[in-house]
């Protein structure tokens, strides 16, 4: 039996599957939603039958004159992107799934600290105070946040990795803070951890797991939201996940580890070198104690990364399934966040934002299959808004 007859479009030259074709070639998730946008025609030729995987992650660079929101492919070419005037003179902080990303617009103010989703311009207003555990009430600098579900107001808490200060003295350094999204006038602060040395945090199987320079893993265990009407933590305590520690000899400067949950399971992405020269990825798993209560993990090195792209960012790391993905490839993608550690910079950001140049070059992707670099803005200069971050549509 002949195959069906092509569908034409009606006045011009392409057919429906021919359209689609294309579309799915288009490793751009914006250049096939602008594919769509042509006509009425297009938009049905192009809508998959079926839900499409989630799409990859933008990078926003902060500009003068406005952010440029950048895909992964074809050099990193830029895109138009409408988004509210204050947005445009932001420090991005961290993003979360559907176009939600923290921002800090100028220093600390009440109105200082958002959660904005870039594609639909809702937003929510987050305090710029929080509640230490001296019985202080001080302005906080945020520097990382994650979400414990999209955001639902009354429902989802927002971890974030915070400085505070007093009369713009610092007090307890770097720590943990936690609100209940839209429904409490400040921040509270968490369990007294290590945090001035960690590194990432990620909401992982029904908990916030925090991960310190010693390869160690803090589990903050509590109900969700661990927040009560009045502002108190409750149900909170801190595990620390007992890793075996087996001393990895990484062999050079340590810059960052981030935990990316992949395939149900928990991966740490250890990134060496300044600029960044390498990756390594470690698979936590369970060691079996006989006779013991203690439930102990060590890290498991993974020399492949079987099909997965890996895209790295405090409180943000995401795993993509590569046969899912026109133009990915297997490895680790990342920007430049070398400024998170320079806790001599917390102040600077306390009082203005404008008083620092964040470093945007040390961006790429690291091929697991090689072991080369490549380098997405070689030569960029430096931002005084905010490192370039992700945003997860």
């Known amino acids: 039996m002949d195959a069906p007859a092509p569908t034409e479009v009606h006045g011009g030259d392409l057919h429906a599957d021919l359209l689609k074709l294309i579309c799915h070639l288009l490793p751009c998730p914006v250049d096939r939603r602008h594919m769509g946008q042509v006509c009425r025609f297009w938009r049905r030729s192009v809508t998959p039958e079926h839900p499409p995987p989630p799409p990859h992650p933008w990078i926003v660079l902060q500009r003068d004159g406005g952010p440029s929101f950048s895909c992964v492919f074809r050099g990193c070419i830029t895109h138009r992107f409408k988004i509210p005037d204050d947005a445009r003179v932001a420090r991005y902080l961290s993003p979360y799934d559907g176009g939600w990303v923290f921002l800090t617009i100028g220093g600390v103010s009440r109105h200082a600290n958002t959660l904005l989703n870039v594609l639909t311009g809702q ?163 369970l060691v079996s104690m006989l006779n013991s209560p203690i439930m102990e993990y060590t890290w498991e090195e993974l020399h492949a990364l079987d099909g997965r792209a890996l895209f790295v960012g405090r409180c943000s790391s995401r795993s993509y399934e590569v046969a899912e993905h026109a133009g990915l490839e297997d490895g680790v993608y990342f920007l430049d966040d070398g400024s998170f550690h320079d806790q001599d910079n ?48």
């Not at 697991?368 to 931002?383: D, K, L, M, V, Y």
Request: proline residues 7%; charged residues 20%.
């Open 123 to 285: 937003r929510f207003m987050l305090p710029s105070l929080a509640r230490m555990h001296r019985g202080l009430n001080i302005p906080v600098v945020i520097l990382a946040a994650t979400l414990s579900s999209p955001p639902v107001h009354g429902h989802s808490v927002i971890a974030a990795i915070v400085s505070s200060f007093h009369d713009t003295e610092p007090i307890e350094g770097r720590n943990l803070a936690f609100w209940r999204l839209g429904d409490m006038d400040r921040w509270v602060a968490g369990p007294i951890i290590p945090i001035s040395t960690s590194h990432d945090v990620i909401f992982y199987h029904g908990t916030f797991h925090v991960i310190d320079e010693h390869d160690v893993v803090h589990v903050l265990r509590a109900s969700v939201p661990p927040i009560d009407k009045h502002g108190n933590v409750r149900l909170f305590r801190v595990d620390k996940l007992y890793v075996q520690r087996e001393d990895h000899d990484y062999g050079e400067h340590v810059a960052a580890r981030y935990l990316v949950e992949s395939r149900g399971e928990l991966l740490m992405v250890v990134r060496l070198g300044q600029p960044t020269s390498s990756f390594r990825v470690f698979q936590m798993v």
């Open 346 to 393: 917390d102040r600077l950001l306390l009082q203005s934002a404008y008083q620092l140049q964040f470093r945007c070059s040390d961006s790429g992707r690291w091929s697991a299959r090689t072991h080369q670099i490549e380098n997405f803005f070689p030569g960029q200069g430096t931002s005084k808004y905010s490192p370039p971050v992700w945003i997860l549509p």
